[in-house]
């Protein structure tokens, strides 16, 4: 395994041809996410922009995200981000499953994921409440109210994830992985997660780095798993538990609609303040032992199922 990390990550640049735009696997490697990137942003401009302007019209400025805004804005976001892959595909003449939706056992991963992402959410938490650095307040949410907001949160949130890992670990990861080699790819789309997280309201330096660590979480199981599921599961409810079912800040947003209320008490590198859970230093040995566990689960396998859909960079 050791071994054949070592020859991904110092992968040799793409060979010669007789162009600097096409490669012996088609248009090399930049060129390629530079168009898909062009394309998003196109579309972005195009369809996205009055949507989302238009909704935000109608909700007030700071206040408490609604869930049929967030389900609205993600749907657009996945169609955009799904177009943008196809039309890719296309062009280069490739399957779409190849950018992260292959692989076996898709919804066992898919519902792994959703178990170790609450899993893993309710750890911090009951982590800060144990500390003294986060305080519930008042009694749950209850009756049918607590079911509607639970099920408007958790379809938004499907598509959270399913945006999200599409956008930088599906066909971007892909790319970058025969041009760039795997891990060099994952350190530059996770480095990219992080930054992007620094728009949100209320976001803080531990909370970018803890978002693009956990983005390197997310490409070690396209790694082990060959697919996008389990990222997208666990990112679904990681940000489901976070945001409804304990009623925390979620990288500085906070949801309209929630089972628990709580808020934080401490300094704010121990609770994360504004930003949430993910914005304390606890989340910083938990993502270490979220991949050491992977390791110890997956880590046996001496050839990665991603790597044998991908032409190697030295082929590009």
């Known amino acids: 395994m050791a071994e054949e990390l070592t020859q991904i990550v110092t992968a040799e640049p793409e060979r010669d041809s007789p162009s600097i735009f096409i490669g012996a696997h088609g248009i090399r490697a930049g060129w390629s996410a530079l168009i898909f990137i062009a394309i998003f942003l196109a579309l972005e401009f195009i369809a996205a922009l009055p949507i989302f302007t238009f909704i935000h019209f109608r909700v007030e400025q700071g206040a408490p995200q609604p869930a049929h805004v967030a389900l ?161 599961g666990f990112h679904a409810a990681w940000d489901w538990g976070e945001t409804y079912f304990y009623g925390t800040s979620d990288s500085g947003m906070v949801a309209a609609g929630h089972l628990f209320s709580e808020h934080p008490t401490g300094p704010l590198l121990w609770t994360g303040g504004a930003t949430g859970p993910e914005g304390s230093l606890l989340v910083v040995p938990l993502i270490l032992v979220i991949a050491l566990l992977m390791w110890l689960w997956w880590g046996r396998r001496t050839v990665s199922p991603f790597r044998k859909q991908v032409p190697s960079a030295t082929e590009s």
């Open 72 to 232: 609205i804005q993600e749907m657009v976001q996945v169609c955009l981000v799904m177009l943008t892959t196809f039309i890719m595909s296309r062009i280069e003449r490739r399957p779409v499953a190849v950018y992260g939706y292959a692989g076996k056992a898709r919804l066992i991963r898919f519902l792994s994921g959703l178990l170790w992402g609450f899993a893993a959410i309710s750890v911090l938490v009951a982590a800060l409440w144990k500390s003294h650095l986060l305080a519930f307040d008042g009694t749950p949410l209850g009756g049918p109210l607590a079911w509607k907001y639970a099920m408007e949160w958790a379809v938004a949130f499907v598509f959270v994830g399913i945006f999200e890992e599409s956008l930088l670990r599906g066909y971007l990861q892909y790319t970058l992985t025969r041009g760039l080699g795997f891990w060099w790819g994952a350190l530059i789309l996770s480095t990219t997660f992080g930054a992007i997280h620094g728009s949100n309201p209320g976001e803080s330096p531990v909370g970018l780095f803890a978002a693009a660590a956990i983005g390197l979480v997310f490409c070690l199981s396209l790694w082990y798993t060959g697919s996008l599921w389990w990222a997208i």
